[in-house]
């Protein structure tokens, strides 16, 4: 069964705003905020024909589900092994090569607060080492549609809201990327907690 048809029976009403640039010959780090274990199923989904891998934690593949479906699409990482880390990002700097994008969840764990968590800096040492664009996503809906602490899916809304890609200029910094890219998205995230989910359209005004 896709990965489309369980979101259509679970009663997942989903929305794309925005769009990642077709450039056949560039590769981007797609960083979504991670607010539910739903993030990973919405976004191949959403983005079908922009073939992507997910850089994450190699825990999740101890769901079977989530095993079932994305054990082809996942670099894992094992966080408590800095030599099979060191594998990952190897593995990672490949597809890139071979002309894929990344998905990496930049604050490396779901957000239960009104605050983004603090951005890890893999996103950064990637995207300066490849020198590809990080592209923003903002997922709005699926905190609440399967909410950390449940195994319980409710059914809704819930959008992938693309942003503008970044670009970094020679000789930034990884520090300096970092808060780029943490910026971007807790800009649209303060924008959503004031004004609602609309807010997290890359070309949303508050006179909406």
Request: hydrophobic content about 35%; proline content about 8%.
């Amino acid at each position: 069964m896709k990965i489309k048809t369980i979101l259509f029976l679970i009663g997942i009403r989903k929305e794309v705003h925005g769009s990642i640039p077709n450039d056949n010959n560039t590769s981007y780090i797609i960083c979504p905020n991670h607010s539910s274990y739903l993030d990973i199923f919405l976004l191949p989904s959403m983005l079908p024909q922009h073939p992507f891998s997910f850089l994450g934690k190699a825990e999740i593949l101890k769901y079977p589900i989530v095993r079932t479906y994305f054990k082809s699409l996942n670099i894992p990482v094992y966080r408590k092994d800095k030599s099979r880390a060191g594998q990952a990002l190897v593995q990672a700097q490949k597809a890139m090569q071979d002309g894929w994008s990344i998905v990496i969840f930049p604050e490396g764990t779901r957000s239960t607060s009104r605050k983004m968590s603090r951005f890890k800096h893999g996103v950064s040492l990637l995207a300066l080492d490849r020198k590809v664009p990080v592209v923003p996503v903002y997922l709005t809906g699926l905190a609440k549609l399967r909410p950390k602490g449940t195994r319980e899916i409710f059914p809704g809304p819930a959008s992938a809201n693309i942003q503008p890609p970044i670009y970094f200029e020679e000789g930034t910094s990884v520090e300096d990327a970092t808060r780029q890219i943490f910026d971007a998205l807790n800009t649209v995230h303060q924008r959503v907690i004031e004004h609602g989910d609309e807010a997290g359209r890359w070309d949303w005004t508050p006179d909406q």
